[in-house]
């Protein structure tokens, strides 16, 4: 089979482990990579010597290309999508848009062009996650309770604030696993040090069933935090993706008022949920088809991000 031709915009922080995935996947050919920093497209030169460097993205030639990557600053990622997606498909970095009006935009121009949009919410291809998400399918614990997500440490930005740079992860964790919205919606976000960007939330989520779901978001932490706790009437499930192997784990006890917890370790997927990311765009290529973003995906996690 021919591989895909892509041409990857950006090649700051994110766009480097986006290509060596893409690289991995065997099923794209990185044609382009543009960036107006020269620092970084000698750093492409150098990671990949035969391909085509660019400074400007209006120079590409669109005609050949199956797949445009945008792994740019948020705040160009309505004007670049808007421009690549009259003529061929866009993977882009997450927040796919700033506000639900540019996203409503971008998603009408993909169905009127035909072409697929796909946006980078890695966790949602974690093997963790899909675990959890079958847990839940075959209600193999009983019915979930509560969720708590703790995410902390990150590269502060200035074109967005923590909910959009890190609370997007966990708004597209709960759309993937729970298919639907909260219905209440409260937070706190505010400034621990001087940054333009509100740098730390606090965040409440309601959702049918008398689901409750709290999430913290901070960039501002000495360690790295990635936990996620579900809970459910028969167990609680743990899970850490710092963790390079044992992600998950499963806590369950004969009844509710033992002390006394049996520790399962689930096998995973450990495969990198980036790599998993790239297959998936090129099966929805293959096959014509967008089953994670063709039902409002993008729409709903828009909508919930501005109400916070």
Request: hydrophobic content about 40%; overall charge positive; some cysteine.
């Amino acid at each position: 089979m021919s591989k895909y031709n892509l041409a990857l915009i950006g090649y700051g922080y994110w766009g480097p482990k986006l290509a060596r995935n893409i690289q991995n996947s065997n099923k794209f050919k990185i044609s382009y990579i543009i960036d107006n920093s020269r620092k970084n497209l000698n750093l492409a030169k150098k990671d990949f010597p035969l391909t085509k460097l660019l400074k400007d993205y209006k120079s590409l030639d669109k005609s050949n290309i199956d797949l445009v990557v945008i792994s740019t600053p948020t705040k160009t990622h309505y004007e670049m999508a808007n421009y690549f997606l009259k003529s061929t498909n866009v993977l882009i970095e997450k927040p796919l848009a700033l506000n639900l009006k540019e996203v409503l935009k971008l998603e009408k121009i993909s169905k009127k062009f035909k072409n697929k949009l796909f946006v980078d919410y890695p966790f949602i291809f974690s093997g963790s996650i899909e675990y959890i998400r079958n847990v839940i399918k075959m209600n193999t614990y009983g019915k979930l309770i509560e969720i708590e997500s703790f995410r902390e440490q990150a590269p502060i930005r200035k074109d967005a604030n923590v909910v959009w740079d890190l609370g997007v992860h966990d708004i597209s964790i709960l759309r993937y696993l729970l298919n639907k919205n909260p219905k209440k919606i409260s937070s706190l976000k505010y400034n621990t040090i001087k940054t333009s960007q509100k740098d730390t939330a606090y965040i409440n989520l309601h959702y049918q069933n008398n689901l409750k779901v709290f999430v913290k978001n901070s960039w501002i932490s000495p360690l790295k935090i990635r936990i996620i706790k579900f809970k459910f009437e028969r167990g609680i499930i743990i899970c850490d993706e710092n963790e390079p192997i044992y992600k998950l784990k499963v806590f369950t006890r004969k009844n509710i008022s033992s002390p006394i917890y049996r520790l399962k370790l689930p096998e995973i997927n450990l495969s990198e949920p980036l790599l998993n990311l790239i297959n998936y765009v090129a099966k929805s290529l293959k096959e014509n088809t967008n089953p994670i973003f063709n039902k409002n995906f993008n729409i709903d996690i828009t909508k919930v991000l501005e109400k916070i």
